[in-house]
């Protein structure tokens, strides 16, 4: 069985859903394709795209997607305790999901299209500290194009579970690639993240395509500063419980700040419980950065990896510099396809969806 894998942004990155395993059949050959990515921290108290006024952000205001969102972040959220911001927010942000249960754990899931679709099926994974919300409006207008579309909310993120670290979940790299395997089982498969290109190495022959959104991809990726601090003790478990810590992640690798219904959405389950930060916290801890980006550098070199990959780069991450993507596809000339998406941060697909839709429908 061979898979199209999309993966995007960080270390840690679906709607309705029926428990089957069924097969995906495209031109006579069973393929389903992944995308996964990390996060950046957004807001809004959006201007108008007809105001003349002076904007920061003037060179990319003719983004569809983000030129209403433009802003300057005044407050860092609504006025208003904790339990009314959950009363005014805790419906939304589930569009096209539903819950999939996998071994013991389970899985909050977003899905377009249909299992018929003639072009085929793509997985899109998320990285830490967001959730598969950040692929809506990619999934859409791909199942538009021909496609069936998953998203997953990672184990201890957005709406799917969260064990308590230590009671039959630890967030290792091994941990979230077996309870990924058995969601397979189920849905036909995918993956998280960063963990999510290691499991592609490991079993290439599920792989028929990959591409790569904005992701530590060299040993000299830089480490985000979210990720620095949640290694600290004490000060690691402050930072994990700020519940407007995913928006402002958005944030601050992109060029924009998110619209207020936007940044409900990432701030909810943070609001919701103590479950989300902690588990982020734990998975931080445990994760080896550098021994990760070797793999991931080593592993799709030339001689090693033969699948074709795009690299569909945000050229505005304040985070990972564009050398990091061109020092990747150096690695692997012949099967590396490198596109730069302009005025797109950490997060094209939040910054830029049509952007990053255009890439993937040439290329799936």
């Not at 058995?182 to 990959?210: C, E, H, R």
């Not at 500063?225 to 690691?236: E, T």
């Not at 588990?279 to 001689?303: P, V």
């Amino acid at each position: 069985m061979a898979w199209t894998l999309m993966l995007s942004p960080h270390p840690l990155t679906l709607p309705k859903f029926s428990v089957s395993t069924r097969k995906v059949v495209i031109n006579s050959q069973r393929a389903t394709r992944f995308v996964t990515r990390a996060s950046a921290t957004e807001k809004n108290n959006g201007k108008s795209k007809d105001d003349k006024g002076f904007t920061p952000f003037g060179f990319v205001t003719d983004n569809p997607s983000s030129r209403s969102a433009i802003q300057l972040p005044e407050s860092p959220a609504e006025d208003g305790n904790v339990g009314q911001m959950l009363y005014r927010i805790e419906d939304k942000g589930k569009e096209y999901g539903s819950y999939i249960k996998s071994g013991k754990l389970r899985w909050f899931v977003r899905e377009t299209g249909s299992p018929q679709s003639r072009r085929g099926t793509v997985v899109f994974l998320h990285g830490a500290p967001t959730q598969s919300y950040s692929y809506r409006v990619v999934m859409s207008q791909m199942s538009d194009a021909g496609f069936h579309c998953f998203a997953p909310d990672w184990i201890g993120f957005g709406f799917s579970d969260k064990p308590q670290p230590g009671y039959g979940f630890d967030y290792t790299e091994k941990e979230f690639q077996e309870e990924l395997d058995k969601l397979l089982d189920v849905l036909g498969g995918f993956l998280v993240g960063s963990y999510g290109l290691t499991w592609a190495l490991k079993n290439p022959s599920k792989i028929s395509k990959l591409t790569i959104l904005n992701t530590p991809l060299t040993v000299s990726s830089p480490i985000p500063g979210l990720f620095q601090k949640l290694r600290i003790p004490l000060y690691g478990e402050f930072t994990s419980q700020n519940a407007v810590m995913a928006e402002r992640f958005i944030e601050a690798g992109s060029p924009y700040v998110l619209k207020l219904e936007k940044a409900d959405v990432y701030r909810l389950p943070y609001l919701a419980s103590s479950g989300p930060g902690f588990a982020l916290l734990e998975a931080a801890r445990k994760i080896n950065f550098r021994d990760i980006s070797s793999q991931i550098a080593g592993g799709f070199t030339s001689g090693r990896w033969d699948k074709p990959i795009l690299i569909a780069w945000g050229i505005a991450d304040k985070y990972l510099p564009q050398s990091v993507a061109e020092e990747f596809q150096k690695g692997n000339p012949n099967s590396v396809e490198l596109k730069l998406i302009e005025g797109a941060g950490h997060m094209p697909q939040e910054d830029w969806p049509e952007k990053v839709v255009d890439a993937l429908r040439v290329f799936f």
